[in-house]
């Protein structure tokens, strides 16, 4: 077994067990396993950042989805839909067969 095979096995049974690390939630319209982390960005963010320019509260969170759960890669600004709050993909990148989506949403 080479490393990425063993890499490959961990996140389909580990990561995103959902007994483990992972939870189902619907994405856009779709169940599947995620792993949803805000303190991903509470790490990264700078200190303020938690208003836009407008002075509206941004929420941000991290989530991780298998590319053979999600499909294609989207775009950065592509609206998406978590459990039916709608976010904002700022950042997507993939990363041995996870995506590691950036999401924001404006809180009124």
Same mark, same amino acid.
């Not at 590319?67 to 600004?77: E, I, L, M, S, T």
């Not at 709608?86 to 989506?101: F, H, K, N, R, S």
């Given at each position: 077994m080479t490393f990425k095979d063993a890499l490959a096995k961990d996140v389909?049974?580990? #990561? #995103?067990n959902v007994t483990e690390f992972a939870e189902m939630c619907r994405v856009d319209?779709?169940?599947?396993?995620?792993?949803?982390d805000?303190?991903?960005? +509470?790490?990264?963010?700078?200190?303020g950042r938690a208003k836009d320019d407008d002075g509206i509260y941004v929420a941000e969170i991290t989530l991780f989805v298998r590319?053979?759960?999600?499909?294609?890669?989207?775009? +950065?600004?592509k609206p998406i839909t978590?459990?039916?709050?709608?976010?904002?993909?700022?950042?997507?990148?993939?990363?041995?067969?996870?995506?590691?989506?950036?999401?924001?949403?404006?809180?009124?």
């Open positions: 389909a049974t580990t #990561f #995103f319209g779709k169940e599947m396993p995620v792993v949803i805000a303190d991903e960005i +509470n790490r990264q963010s700078e200190p590319v053979c759960d999600y499909g294609r890669k989207p775009a +950065n600004g978590l459990d039916g709050r709608p976010y904002l993909i700022t950042d997507c990148q993939e990363m041995a067969g996870v995506y590691t989506m950036r999401l924001t949403r404006r809180k009124q």
